[in-house]
Each structure stands twice: as structure tokens, then as C-alpha cells.
């Protein structure tokens, strides 16, 4: 009797009663490329589709099983993120969850210690062990020369620079990396416009090479501490500077690691400063295209880890 | 101004693209990822 009245009811309104949507298998995990399939419940039955929504929308019809009111769809992912799931019914869409989608492992990635953009857009990446260096273009990896384990590489003028950790200043040149200097325990290099070298080296200096080869002090005095802004930058004190990077303005920018903070050398005055604020355990420098400082730092004691932002001038 | 634009773990690179696309690589993990600008989460871009 009150079932015969609600078909009435419905009836005399004109409307259907809304599908039951609900996720029997929903995977919260993919890696892009590879099949993944989601089994839903759509009660009363009815055709539907489901829909991802990720870096682009993607919708394919789901296909019954032989269970009755069971249906099913398979994707391959096309791109690495986060995508929503959800089923449409009629007009009607039903939001199921979300999934990961991871890029499959890559053999060559063993060990990806340090990056630089070049000024294609792609990325050259340095492994800490004697593991190749790599171009990753496309969202693939590509061996671009053999190494000898580096602790950083830097990017200017569209050639690629390395510090190894035997000490020494590499070049590539094609598929080779090519001494620049002897081993003087380079930690980090960046080169300015004239060709210059400037080397982090850990105790507390960082020194200048010159394309003839002469070496000199451009900050740190050599012992651990935090002092001198405002005067030469040669008096300072660093504490373990751990990358180093020449700025849109010119300027030499320092990963001043245990002080947490990134010290800016002005070049032509020799004076040293402090850019910006707390930048937690800072280990790698790169400068944005609007002439910000980023900084990647580390965790350390349970605290930290990221990236910031600082803005010469701001 | 330092402003803080992803907390997340152990950062031990950075780089910046000429189109402004920030690139993270975390050692350890063995990943290369993109800091997606819209929502400020990380995005895998390869891995070992």
C-alpha cells in the first residue's frame, strides 16, 4: 500500500527517483600510463559514466558486470597529480574520491642530489654517487654524461657547471665534464656573465676563480660563525655555505646553511649583507626569472623542509 | 621578504624555470617534482 502510494506520488510529479551511487573499488592510487579500474554500485541500474577531473578531464562510459547494478571502467592516466573521481547519472553526478598518480620509477634516477633549469625548460639533474648526469625533458629521464657524483650543478649562459665531490669544477661539454680546477673541496658553483667561477667551499670561504685561473677570497674568513654584514665580505663569517648563485642584479647570492639564512655579496663593493629572513637549513640557491632568491632547505630535528621565496629590494 | 611556499619534507634542491615552473628534488625519496602553482601541492615529475 505505501510502496503503490510513493510510485504514485512520484508519478503525479513527473520525476524519476534519484540513483544510489556508490564506490565498490576506488583504488586511491595509479601510476600514470598504467591501467586502473574503478567497479561502482548504481542503484536502481542505470548507464553511466564515469569522470576524472586532473590536469585535463577525462569521462568514459562504465560497462556492466555480470553482477546486476555493478559497473566498471578502466583509465590510464595520462598525467602525474591528483585527479577527482565521480560518476554521472542522468544529470546527475555523484562525487566518488580522489586519486594519486605517481610516474612510473625511472633506473637512472638512483640518487638526484641537486637540479638546475636550463633555458629550454628542461632540467639538468647531478646524483651524489657515480651516477650519470641526467636532462629531464618531457617527464623523461636522459643520461647526458657519466659523473663522478656531484654535489651541485648550476646552469648559466646555457652551460652546465658541476661541483664533484672529489673537490673539483667540472664543465660539460657534450657528454663530457671537464676540469676547470684542481680539487679544492667545491661544495657549489655558480659563474657570473665574464666567466668567472665562484666555489662554496664548507669550512666557511667562497672563492673566486678567474678564467685565468687565479684564485681568490670573495667571503668567509674561514672560521664558523654569522658576522659582518655591512663591511667586506672577505671579514665574514658563514657557517657551512652549502650552494651559492649569481642574481638577476648581478649580486652574489650565498646558502648560508647553520645560519639559515642567504647572504647577498654585492660584487662591485665586496660588501656583504643579509637577504630576507629564516630560511631554515638552507642547501640550494636559484634565482626566478623576476630576480627572487629560492631556497630549498632541509629537515632538520623533526622541523623545516621546503621551499622559500625572497625578493631582493622588497 | 622571505615568504614560505611549500613546507613539505626534506627539500634538497630547487630550480626555477624561465617561465617561473618551480622544480624540487628530494634525495632521499629519489624524486623530481613540480610545485604546482594552483593548489601548492608537489607534483611527481620523475622518480628513481
Known amino acids: 500500500m505505501t510502496k503503490a502510494f510513493s510510485l504514485l506520488f512520484l508519478v503525479a510529479l513527473g520525476t524519476a527517483p534519484s540513483p544510489s551511487v556508490h564506490a565498490v573499488s576506488l583504488p586511491r592510487h595509479a601510476v600514470k600510463g598504467v591501467p586502473w579500474r574503478a567497479v561502482v554500485a548504481v542503484a536502481p541500474p542505470a548507464r553511466a559514466t564515469l569522470r576524472a577531473t586532473g590536469p585535463k578531464a577525462l569521462a568514459v562510459p562504465l560497462r556492466a558486470t555480470k553482477r546486476r547494478g555493478r559497473y566498471q571502467a578502466t583509465l590510464r592516466f595520462p598525467f602525474a597529480g591528483n585527479w577527482r573521481i565521480a560518476v554521472t547519472v542522468g544529470r546527475r553526478t555523484t562525487r566518488l574520491g580522489s586519486v594519486a598518480v605517481d610516474v612510473p620509477r625511472d633506473s637512472l634516477v638512483q640518487d638526484p642530489i641537486t637540479i638546475a633549469a636550463e633555458p629550454s625548460g628542461s632540467l639538468v639533474v647531478g646524483q651524489l654517487q657515480a651516477a650519470p648526469v641526467l636532462r629531464i625533458a618531457h617527464a623523461r629521464a636522459l643520461k647526458i654524461a657519466d659523473g663522478p657524483g656531484v654535489f651541485h650543478v648550476y646552469v648559466a649562459g646555457g652551460t652546465t657547471y658541476a661541483a664533484g665531490r672529489d673537490g673539483v669544477v667540472y664543465r660539460l661539454d657534450g657528454s663530457t665534464l671537464t676540469p676547470l680546477t684542481p680539487p679544492m673541496d667545491a661544495s657549489a658553483v655558480a659563474v657570473d656573465d665574464a666567466g668567472n667561477l665562484y666555489v662554496a667551499i664548507y669550512v666557511g670561504w667562497i672563492k673566486k676563480v678567474a678564467p685565468d685561473g687565479t684564485v681568490t677570497t670573495v667571503a668567509g674568513n674561514g672560521t664558523e660563525g654569522y658576522s659582518g654584514d655591512g663591511g667586506p665580505a672577505t671579514s665574514a663569517q658563514l657557517f657551512h655555505p652549502h650552494s651559492v648563485a649569481i642574481g638577476r642584479d648581478g649580486a652574489l647570492y650565498i646558502a648560508d646553511t647553520e645560519n639559515r639564512r642567504i647572504r647577498r655579496v654585492d660584487l662591485a663593493s665586496g660588501r656583504i649583507s643579509t637577504l630576507g629572513g629564516n630560511v631554515g637549513i638552507t642547501v640550494s640557491l636559484a634565482v626566478g626569472p623576476g630576480g627572487s632568491i629560492y631556497s630549498a632547505d632541509v629537515v632538520r630535528d623533526g622541523a623545516g623542509g621546503g621551499i622559500t621565496r625572497t625578493t631582493p629590494g622588497a | ?48
Open chain 2, 1 to 48: 621578504m622571505t615568504t614560505r611556499i611549500l613546507r613539505s619534507a626534506t627539500a634538497n634542491g630547487v630550480a626555477v624555470a624561465s617561465d617561473g615552473a618551480v622544480y624540487v628534488n628530494q634525495w632521499e625519496a629519489k624524486r623530481i617534482q613540480l610545485l604546482d602553482r594552483a593548489t601548492g601541492k608537489l607534483v611527481p615529475v620523475v622518480r628513481g
